[in-house]
């Protein structure tokens, strides 16, 4: 019976490696079982795999250790940047080397269709994962900010707050302060949204640079500031217990 997943995910292109013939059917059944894989060929060397990648999109192999010429450990040793790669093979001994090599399981033969689809399912989700954090946009760590007629580059992360001051605004470090010609709402637009949070009107304040929130004030370094009651709900809610359950 196929297991049946989310059918509108595409398949992960798999290639199947082995110089037995057999065993190469068998993961073949096995992979037409998942509907989150998809054979996209197999090799009996590692050379004709070596070949076949060069040539296709391939995310995910099931390689053998044991074969003539080139072993599979020689093989994905040999590759710069190797597919997604479950290892198959009779000898528990390659396993230490294979997790050297960063694969996603190590398969012992004969293999059961439940372990295969346990492998199968963690290579999914290290693919999905993959393809999140290349999809991710990459912060710039720096800020460009206006001093009179020119333009201060700066590490937004050194920030420990901002005090909005009508159409100013006040940048606060540990050294330092900076006034700029900006506006409180133009900045908190500007910066990260998950490093910086608005705890009242006239304060957007870095949220790794918080020592204690007490009541209605928040301590930052040396400096004590008011946080508004709802503000003070939503930020312990939404940004202090979020930080403590990813730990």
Request: aromatic share 10%.
């Amino acid at each position: 019976m196929q297991v049946t997943k989310n059918n509108t995910e595409l398949p992960l292109q798999c290639l199947v490696i082995d110089d037995e013939p057999i065993a190469r059917t068998g993961i073949i059944d096995f992979i037409d079982q998942v509907d989150f894989l998809q054979v996209a060929g197999s090799s009996a060397t590692a050379m004709e795999a070596s070949d076949f990648i060069h040539s296709n999109p391939v995310d995910l192999l099931f390689l053998d250790i044991n074969m003539p010429y080139l072993t599979g450990l020689e093989f994905l040793e040999s590759m710069e940047n190797p597919p997604l790669t479950i290892l198959t093979t009779a000898y528990s001994e390659y396993a230490l080397e294979g997790y050297r090599l960063h694969i996603v399981d190590y398969l012992l033969k004969p293999i059961t269709f439940q372990r295969f689809h346990q492998a199968a399912t963690k290579a999914r989700q290290l693919h999905s994962m993959n393809r999140l954090i290349k999809q991710t946009p990459t912060v710039d760590p720096f800020l460009f900010v206006r001093q009179k007629d020119s333009f201060k580059k700066i590490l937004w992360a050194d920030i420990l707050y901002v005090e909005g001051m009508q159409n100013y605004a006040k940048l606060k470090f540990k050294d330092q302060e900076l006034i700029i010609h900006q506006t409180l709402v133009s900045l908190e637009e500007i910066l990260p949204a998950d490093h910086f949070f608005r705890i009242h009107k006239s304060y957007l304040v870095n949220i790794a640079h918080i020592d204690v929130v007490s009541g209605g004030r928040i301590f930052i370094d040396d400096h004590e500031l008011p946080i508004s009651r709802h503000r003070r709900e939503e930020l312990l809610k939404e940004v202090v217990y979020s930080k403590l359950i990813s730990r």
